[in-house]
């Protein structure tokens, strides 16, 4: 019997925390300067989210914060030279008024965490998406991310992939005020790849979205020569240096490697003398290949059921503030029981 060809979709909500801080303060989350940060803290802590206006610049979405303020100062002093008489009359946080007032000195919000306000947000888009997709062919990744199996919806909505991905960003914008992208495979793999690396590249539609899709053969033509690795999902700096050592630099590498014989210099023994059993995931990816399904995510049982989180203080902390730390705690520990299922692809 054929096996049932399965269309997964994968949804990033843009600049998640950022975009939710913008819009409480009724601006625009692709034009303003904003990043989400605890001030109180040293400037060596890290930004939780950066709007896109400031990524422009380099700005990574998890800079610390005395990069973010080095940054806006190197942009100044070239600001400055530009400026008639070379001297600032202002400053603002909004791109479209820096870009044509050359005399106005670049600035930005710093918007202090609030994780049970981003949950609340988080929950309305999840309605959002219970509104066109089932709840078992949902599978929640993380706060701003999710999968979504549409196989049985295309035929029911009379509509491409595409049109559907369309559809539910368009509704959770005009709601919410949050763009997004979104990736299209043929597995779970493909459709997050297609996200992460392919719709990055693309140029955004006048709403700021991005989607890109992907099948296996599309993925070998696009993305086997692409680099870094660490770009691709679950390989991080240290896998990306071990591949590197025995001259794997790409996906397309680590395929090919795949298909020598024992009598070859690369064959996938080595791939598993560097990582054990991991070597059979890593082949798959480089193919495009996950057999892992949505019905497998929603079927995985932990072996582990407890989770905990803790919180390294900068400070001896008051008692007023530990009811605040507690409930934070709680917050997050809330939102990860949530999530746990997040790992499940390919744990399964």
């Known amino acids: 019997m054929e096996q049932k060809k399965h269309i997964y979709m994968a949804i990033d909500l843009k600049s998640f925390y950022a975009s939710v801080e913008c819009i409480s303060r009724q601006l625009d989350p692709l034009t303003t300067n904003l990043v989400v940060a605890d001030t109180g803290k040293t400037e060596k802590t890290i930004c939780l989210a950066v709007t896109p206006s ?31 008489g070379h001297q600032f009359v202002g400053e603002s946080y909004d791109e479209h008024e820096l870009n044509t007032h050359p005399e106005l000195a670049m600035t930005y919000i710093a918007a202090p965490p609030r994780m049970a306000f981003y949950l609340e947000q988080s929950t309305k888009i999840y309605d959002i998406y219970l509104k066109y997709i089932s709840a078992e062919d949902i599978h929640v990744y993380s706060i701003d ?12 909505y009379q509509t491409t992939p595409r049109q559907l991905a369309k559809r539910i960003i368009t509704d959770i914008l005009n709601t919410t005020g949050i763009t997004a ?6 597995n779970l793999y493909l459709c997050k790849i297609a996200m992460d690396i392919v719709a990055k590249h693309i140029p955004a539609d006048s709403d700021g979205v991005r989607i890109a899709q ?7 033509r696009l993305l086997w020569n692409h680099r870094p690795l660490t770009d691709f999902w679950r390989i991080g700096k240290g896998y990306a240096k071990k591949l590197e050592q025995i ?17 070859d210099a690369y064959n996938e023994d080595r791939l ?10 890593l082949i798959d990816h ?17 072996e582990n059921t407890s989770i905990g989180t803790g919180q390294v203080l900068s400070c001896p902390t008051i008692r007023k503030k530990q009811g605040l730390l507690l409930r934070r705690c709680w917050i997050f520990l809330l939102f ?5 299922g997040r790992s499940v692809i390919r744990s399964c």
């Not at 400031?54 to 998890?62: A, D, H, P, T, V």
């Not at 991310?145 to 029911?156: I, N, P, R, S, W």
């Not at 992907?214 to 070998?220: A, G, I, N, S, V």
């Not at 990860?336 to 746990?340: A, I, N, Y």
């Open 286 to 302: 480089a193919w495009g290949y996950e057999p892992c399904t949505m019905a497998d995510i929603k079927a995985y049982q932990p």
């Open 181 to 186: 992208a979104a990736g299209i495979g043929t």
């Open 247 to 263: 001259g794997l630099y790409t996906m397309g590498d680590i395929a090919r490697c795949s298909l020598g014989t024992a009598q």
């Open 54 to 84: 400031l990524k422009k610049y380099g700005i990574s979405g998890r800079a610390r914060l005395f990069e973010v303020v080095q940054t806006v100062k190197e942009i100044n002093a070239k600001r400055r030279k530009a400026a008639p």
């Open 336 to 340: 990860l029981w949530l999530t746990r």
């Open 214 to 220: 992907l099948d296996e053969m599309r993925y070998r």
């Open 272 to 281: 598993y003398q560097l990582f054990g059993v991991n070597a059979e995931l």
């Open 145 to 156: 991310e999710v999968f979504l199996d549409v196989t049985g919806y295309l035929k029911a």
